[in-house]
């Protein structure tokens, strides 16, 4: 189970998870918050919801996968988009889409019912796009 610490402004906290077609950059800014820029594959087709005084947001999963030697390493962004996003999201992204995603992150850590800890992120995004469907190469560092 990685240790999480969280760095000095400016510093990185997640320095990068890439391969198996995902990349996750997470960052402190000098405000105060975390900025996290990931790119892996979304769970389950976003749902839209709009609130008592009409702002929409949509939530979905998004799995940043690292493929190793031994063992594969997944990250769960649990994702939440507002307003124009949000809309855009829904109408665009179905289970199993590569997208982007930027924005500030909140960290939770978790232990399953089989007693294996976990750590997820939950993301406000801010920016995001659509990514290319095709493939990257996979390696495998000895």
């Known amino acids: 189970m990685p240790v999480v610490v969280f760095p000095p402004a400016g510093s990185l906290l997640v320095s990068e998870i890439h391969g198996k077609g995902a ?3 997470a960052q402190r800014s000098n405000s105060m918050f975390f ?3 990931a790119f892996g594959r979304v769970e389950r087709d976003p749902e839209l919801v709009v609130t008592k005084d009409g702002t929409s ?3 979905f999963s998004l799995a940043v996968s690292k493929k190793r030697c ?9 994702c939440y988009a507002w307003g124009g996003h949000a809309e855009t999201i829904k109408r665009s ?3 199993g889409s590569m997208l982007f ?3 500030d992150f909140t960290p939770h850590q ?3 019912e089989n007693g294996k ?11 995001f796009s659509f990514a290319d469907e095709s493939k990257p190469q996979e390696y495998c560092q000895q």
């Open 70 to 78: 031994v063992e594969d390493i997944t990250v769960w962004l649990f």
């Open 35 to 37: 900025q996290v820029q």
């Open 101 to 103: 995603v930027q924005g």
């Open 117 to 127: 800890q976990g750590l997820s992120l939950e993301v406000n995004v801010e920016k």
């Open 93 to 95: 992204v179905t289970k």
């Open 57 to 59: 947001f949509t939530e």
């Open 23 to 25: 990349t996750i950059h």
């Open 110 to 112: 978790y232990t399953t």
